[in-house]
C-alpha cells in the first residue's frame, strides 16, 4: 500500500465511508527493557509491545490524552545493543488517510535506508486526519495529538532509549500532513528540533481562502473527531491558526536545517491529487520566498509528479539529518 494511495482513502472517507482504526497489531512480550506504564512517569502506560525485532520496537499506550490507544515504532541503528552509545533521533512523521498507519514509512523502505546509519528513528501514530493538533473541538473523546507527542512521546523516548535529549540531538520530518506537523512542531517548539523536513507537506494555512485549515477541518472531522474540527467551524480559532502557520513563524526557523520537498505535476485527471499538491507547492514557494527574505537558508527541491514520498528525496533528507545532528 502506498502513501499516494493512502490520501485517496481520505477522499473517500469524506464521501461517507466510516473511520476505522487499522493499526496493526503485534505480538505480546512478557518482559522487556523498556520501562512499564507506572514506572514512566509521562502520563503513558503500556498496553501492548513487540520487542523480539532488533532493530524495529513497537509500542502501544494508554494515554489520557487520546481515546483510543496510539502506537509507536522506534527503529533503533545497527549495533545499539553492543555498546553504550547515544543516537540522534529523527521523529518521522505520517500522513492522512482512512488506511493510514504509522508504519508506513516502513513500507517506503525506511529500514533499508536507515541500515549502518547512525540514527535512530521513531515514527508515531498520528491518527487519520489528527494534524499533529490538539483540536478545538471533538465528539469522540480526546484526541490531543500534540500533547501525546510533545509532552509525553518525546520523553518517554529520551528515558528508554539513548538519544540525545537536547536541540542537536533531535530532527522531525513527515509527509503530507505530517510535514505539516514537522513545520509546525519545529517553529511552535523552537528548542527542541535542529532540522525540520516536509515531504510534500503544505507551509501556509491561509492562503487561497484558507484552503489548507478548511481541509483540516472536514477531513478531521470525518475520520477522527466526529464533527469536530481542528481549527473550528464555521468560526476558526484565529490566535491557533497563526501559531500553526509556518508562514507567520518565519523566525522559528533560524538556525535550523530546513529541507522542502513539493511536486510540479500532479495528475492533470486525479483532482484530489492535484489539489493537494498544487496547495504544497503554492505553499512552499510562498515560504522559501520568506526564508529568502529573512536570510534564512533552506534546501528546496521540486521535481515532477504529484502528492507521494519520493524515496531518492527520504534517502537525501536522512543524509542531511545524520549531518546536522550531533554525532553518536
Given amino acids: 500500500m502506498s502513501e499516494h494511495h493512502s490520501r485517496r482513502n481520505v477522499l473517500k472517507a469524506v464521501g461517507g465511508l466510516t473511520a476505522a482504526t487499522t493499526l496493526g497489531g503485534a505480538g505480546l512480550l512478557a518482559t522487556s527493557s523498556v520501562a512499564s ?14 520487542e523480539r525485532d532488533p532493530r524495529m520496537r513497537y509500542y502501544r499506550f494508554a494515554t489520557a490524552a487520546i481515546g483510543w490507544n496510539p502506537a509507536v515504532n522506534v527503529l533503533l541503528p545497527d549495533g545499539y545493543h553492543t555498546g553504550g552509545r547515544r543516537y540522534p533521533v529523527l521523529y518521522l512523521f505520517h500522513g492522512g488517510g ?10 517506503l523502505r525506511i529500514r533499508e535506508l536507515t541500515a549502518g546509519k547512525p540514527l535512530v528513528v521513531v515514527m508515531p501514530d498520528g491518527g487519520h486526519a489528527g494534524w499533529y493538533s490538539n483540536p478545538v473541538s471533538t465528539n469522540v473523546g480526546p484526541r490531543d495529538w500534540e500533547t501525546f507527542h510533545i509532552n509525553q512521546l518525546l520523553p518517554w523516548v529520551e528515558a528508554n532509549f539513548r538519544t540525545y535529549a537536547e536541540y542537536d540531538g533531535r530532527a522531525v520530518s513527515g509527509f503530507s500532513m505530517g510535514g505539516f506537523g514537522a513545520l509546525k512542531y519545529a517553529a511552535k517548539y523552537f528548542g527542541h528540533f ?12 491561509r492562503r487561497d ?13 470525518a475520520l477522527d473527531l466526529g464533527g469536530g474540527t481542528v481549527y ?37 485527471v486525479d483532482w484530489f491529487d492535484r489539489a493537494n499538491e498544487s ?24 521535481e515532477p509528479g504529484g502528492h507521494f514520498v519520493r524515496p531518492h528525496l527520504l534517502a537525501a533528507d536522512i543524509d542531511g539529518v545524520i549531518a546536522r545532528l550531533r554525532k553518536a
Avoid at 482512512?98 to 513500507?107: G, K
Avoid at 525540520?196 to 503544505?202: D, E
Avoid at 468560526?235 to 536545517?257: F, G, M
Fill in 279 to 302: 496547495q504544497v507547492l503554492a505553499g512552499q514557494r510562498e515560504f522559501r520566498a520568506l526564508l529568502a527574505g529573512a536570510g534564512i537558508p533552506h534546501e528546496a527541491h521540486e
Fill in 37 to 50: 506504564a507506572a514506572e514512566d512517569g509521562f502520563g503513558l502506560r503500556i498496553v501492548e509491545r513487540d
Fill in 98 to 107: 482512512l488506511d493510514q498507519d504509522f508504519i508506513a514509512f516502513d513500507r
Fill in 209 to 221: 481562502g484558507g484552503a489548507v485549515v478548511h481541509w483540516a477541518n472536514l477531513s478531521s472531522a
Fill in 194 to 205: 535542529a532540522s525540520v523536513s516536509a515531504h510534500s507537506g503544505p507551509a501556509s494555512l
Fill in 232 to 268: 473550528g467551524a464555521p468560526l476558526w480559532d484565529e490566535a491557533r491558526v497563526s501559531a500553526d502557520n509556518p508562514v507567520q513563524r518565519v523566525e522559528s526557523y533560524r538556525n535550523k536545517r530546513i529541507f522542502l520537498v513539493a511536486g510540479t505535476s500532479p495528475s492533470p
